[in-house]
Nanobody, 125 residues
């Protein structure tokens, strides 16, 4: 069964950091691009970042560029999202998802094969 599962969310203060993890199972993790998307209260799904299948290409939305960093560990079948300098507007449920192919995309928050249940990130003082 193809699955991805996020972890690592929580409550942090503005300016702090947090690292999310996405554990993948049921498919050849090294063959597919992965994506992070988020949904803030009352808003639609927003694309955050992508990493391609072999991990050497990443893309980021303008809202997180320079603060968030995506990586993947093929040996652990896990993708990470390192979030630095967090802002209140980063508050959202964060989801990881498997892309259909091996290329990292820019945008296209609704193009994925499977998505996790999400992990809540709250940035508040």
């Amino acid at each position: 069964q193809v699955q991805v599962m996020e972890s690592g969310g929580g409550l942090v203060q503005p300016g702090e950091s947090l690292r999310l993890s996405c554990a993948a199972s049921g498919f050849s993790f090294s063959r597919y691009a992965m994506t992070w998307v988020r949904q803030a209260p009352g808003k639609g799904l927003e694309w955050v970042s992508d990493v391609n299948a072999n991990g050497d290409t990443t893309h980021y939305s303008d809202s997180v560029k320079g603060r968030f960093f995506t990586s993947r560990d093929v040996a652990k079948n896990t993708m990470y999202l390192q979030m630095n300098s967090l802002k209140p507007e980063d508050t959202a449920v964060y989801y990881c998802a498997k892309r259909p192919g091996d290329r990292a995309l820019e945008g296209y928050a609704d193009i994925y094969d499977v998505r996790g249940q999400g992990t809540q990130v709250t940035v508040s003082s």
